[in-house]
């Protein structure tokens, strides 16, 4: 590991994720990483609950670790890779709570519980989320604006008074490659730094969860229906 992130989610951290692995930094972890891999839902819930975890073993095959839920335990990152840098993504603090609201804390309510029975994969993974960032690092205070917003500013402040200044880049994606490439001492790539993972997009993917969601149930019902209606037609003959 030789770049932690401790940012929030919605401070650019996919982009983050996307300009690090071209700089030669990769892979790069992301809460992306934990969907594509089950088997560290529990590892994640460990670090929760305050028990120890074996980050060498969790990050063996990654160069780098954004977003959450890395960014949350990035002092124990810190401890565990002693030669890693941090970067630490900011945004106006109004619009990352916006952002944030919209997108990513709508997966937090966006599935009914009967429906995360049916998929227990995802259900493990949104009690991890909710152990690791809305219940653990906002104290269940999220949609208090105002609370919320004094967790992130004082996230900054916190990273910035426990962090050497000769190993802490705090940084804006919109600055691009100049801030990131001096800190990190390498080339500056001649395209465009990455943006990706808008609201926008995000919000349709949300969208249409909804509906799938909100389907699935009369999807069933109809089929009950159908099936109850041929057994009675059967029954006849």
Same mark, same amino acid.
Request: no cysteine; aromatic share 20%; glycine share 8%.
């Given at each position: 590991m030789r770049v932690?992130?401790?940012g929030f989610g919605r401070t650019g951290t996919l982009s983050l994720k996307y300009?690090?692995?071209e700089l030669g930094f990769a892979p790069c972890?992301?809460?992306e990483e934990v969907l594509k891999r089950p088997a560290h839902v529990p590892?994640? &819930?460990e670090a929760a609950r305050g028990r120890p975890v074996d980050w060498h073993r969790l990050f063996a095959d990654y160069d780098a670790a954004v977003?959450?839920?890395?960014s949350v335990v990035y002092r124990d990152l810190m401890?565990?890779?002693p030669d890693a840098v941090v970067v630490h993504t900011v945004r106006d603090p109004d619009r990352w709570y916006e952002s944030t609201l919209e997108t990513i804390y709508q997966g937090s309510t966006l599935f009914p519980r009967w429906w995360l029975r049916l998929v227990p994969r995802l259900g493990r993974w949104i009690e991890m989320v909710d152990l690791m960032v809305w219940d653990g690092l906002f104290d269940g &205070?999220?949609?208090n604006r105002e609370r919320a917003i004094e967790r992130f500013e004082s996230w900054t402040a916190e990273v910035i008074a426990t962090v050497p200044p000769e190993r802490l880049l705090v940084f804006e994606v919109k600055d691009g490659w100049g801030p990131l490439c001096e800190f990190l001492d390498v080339l500056q790539p001649d395209r465009e730094f990455p943006n990706v993972n808008d609201r926008e997009s995000m919000q349709r993917r949300f969208r249409r969860a909804r509906v799938v969601t909100r389907a699935v149930p009369?999807?069933?019902i109809g089929l009950f229906a159908f099936v109850c209606g041929l057994i009675r037609r059967l029954r006849r003959r």
């Open positions: 932690i992130g401790s300009a690090l692995e972890y992301h809460m590892v994640w &819930q977003d959450f839920p890395a401890a565990a890779f &205070q999220f949609e009369v999807v069933g």
